[in-house]
């Protein structure tokens, strides 16, 4: 039971962790225009959840569907041929193709705003906020334009929300390393002495792998 509780909150810590790194690096490669990210509010809206908590009508739903549709059309041809470029043209295609996404984007919600009531909008845009906190970070969603914008966040706060966050994601780090070390020696005792110098033999001079930083939130994806 101990041992369970242990690699429970080495997983847990783990999540957490990467959660944090994820934003954190989401954040050093600079903030995002708005709330949302590729396809913003209209994507948010194809959830049954979201459609029930704002009571989206049947018509408002055939509206939003179409929406949807155009915004497809549009990004097959924002997107279109890119794969067949040469990698050193592809980049800047992309980035391009970018730009012109967060343009698609913002046209798509000014038309969602005209199709939704007032209270819908705003609950919308709660609803939005929270998820852009729970999916890349407390300090990546302070640091998007929109929410500088909004809350009139200072440089000096936006780097001060940087240090908090990095100096979590290490804390975080020495939990996990801890956590992860206390559940080998749990586990290994399980093991005879044979067969512990059997696996230390296997596993040889210990080896530290480069670290190369979170992995998410990458580009494009």
């Known amino acids: 039971m101990v041992l369970r509780k242990l690699l429970v909150l080495a997983v847990f810590a783990a999540a957490v962790v990467a959660m944090v790194g994820s934003s954190a690096l989401a954040q050093r490669r600079g903030p995002r225009g708005g709330f949302g990210g590729p396809g913003g509010k209209l994507m ?4 049954e959840e979201v459609q029930k ?12 569907e179409k929406l949807r549709d155009d915004m497809r059309t549009q990004m097959r041809e924002v997107f ?5 470029l040469p990698e050193d043209q592809r980049r800047a295609a ?3 193709a970018r730009d012109k996404m967060r343009g698609v984007t913002q046209e ?4 969602v705003n005209r199709i939704l009531l007032p209270h819908q909008v ?9 998820t852009q906190i729970q999916r890349r970070g407390t300090d990546a969603a302070l640091g ?4 500088v914008k909004a809350l009139g966040i200072t ?5 001060q929300i940087q240090d908090v966050a990095a100096q979590a994601q290490k804390e975080m780090q020495e939990t996990v390393n801890k956590a992860r070390e206390e559940a080998r020696k749990k586990v290994l005792a399980v093991l005879t002495k044979e067969q512990q110098e059997k696996l230390n033999k296997m596993i040889g001079e210990q080896f530290t792998m480069p670290d190369r930083g979170p992995r998410g939130n990458r580009p494009g994806r």
Do not use: I
């Open 44 to 47: 948010m809206l194809r959830s």
């Open 53 to 64: 908590e704002l009571e989206v009508s049947d018509e408002q739903k055939k509206d939003l």
């Open 80 to 84: 279109s041929g890119m794969r067949e």
């Open 94 to 96: 992309f980035e391009k």
């Open 108 to 111: 798509m919600e000014t038309k």
């Open 122 to 130: 705003e609950r919308l845009n709660q609803l939005d906020v929270q």
């Open 144 to 147: 998007s334009d929109a929410m």
């Open 155 to 159: 440089d000096a706060q936006k780097k």
